[in-house]
């Protein structure tokens, strides 16, 4: 089923609605959407991003981040590393960078939890939210990682990859014997 643009435009007006109708009676909160962190140092590398949504609760700051689409197909990426998956899923590691990266620009703030927000309902139609909380071990964890790929790219070393089979850059780095 070929879907047109004018489709997806309806079903996202139609998802941010129903969203919108539903999260209102608790939004009277104090925060700041859409905010650029930039020139930001992580020991030492350079980092950047764009925050959805911080919400401030005295000293405290709790990071809010959008996600679309399917809560069950999101579940895997929310996990933290297990034997299977040692890196941790992709949302849970994005969660730890933002807790580094709001940490490094807020020093004076508490900053200690991620809200993943669903803005698709689940299939018992119930907005679904995901929270993380790391440990200090996890994220000098992810900082290490950081700094590692920052070394690799400094040095040019493109052979390292995820080492899927179907990853695009990967594909390009065999082809290309980097």
């Known amino acids: 089923m070929v879907h047109s643009f004018a489709d997806y435009l309806q079903k996202g007006k139609t998802i941010l609605t129903n969203y919108y109708h539903s999260q209102m009676p608790i939004s009277n909160q104090s925060v700041v959407v859409e905010r650029m962190l930039?020139?930001?140092?992580?020991?030492?590398?350079?980092?950047?991003?764009?925050?959805?949504?911080?919400?401030?609760?005295?000293?405290?700051?709790?990071i809010v981040d959008y996600k679309s689409g399917s809560v069950a197909k999101a579940m895997a990426s929310l996990q933290?590393?297990?034997?299977?998956?040692?890196?941790?899923?992709?949302?849970?590691?994005?969660?730890?960078?933002y807790l580094l990266l709001v940490r490094a620009a807020m020093p004076n703030k508490q900053v200690d939890t991620v809200?993943?927000?669903?803005?698709?309902?689940?299939?018992?139609?119930?907005?679904?939210?995901?929270?993380?909380?790391?440990?200090n071990e996890q994220l000098k964890e992810v900082q290490q990682q950081i700094a590692s790929v920052w070394q690799q790219i400094q040095q040019k070393n493109w052979r390292t990859g995820c080492g899927k089979m179907h990853c695009q850059w990967c594909h390009m780095a065999r082809v290309y014997n980097w």
Not at 80 to 97: K, N, S, V
Request: glycine content about 10%.
């Open 80 to 97: 933290p590393p297990t034997e299977q998956q040692p890196l941790g899923g992709d949302y849970w590691r994005q969660a730890l960078f």
């Open 115 to 135: 809200v993943f927000d669903f803005l698709e309902p689940n299939q018992l139609q119930e907005y679904y939210q995901h929270t993380i909380v790391a440990n």
């Open 38 to 62: 930039q020139k930001i140092y992580l020991g030492g590398v350079p980092v950047k991003g764009k925050i959805d949504k911080l919400v401030f609760e005295g000293a405290s700051v709790v």
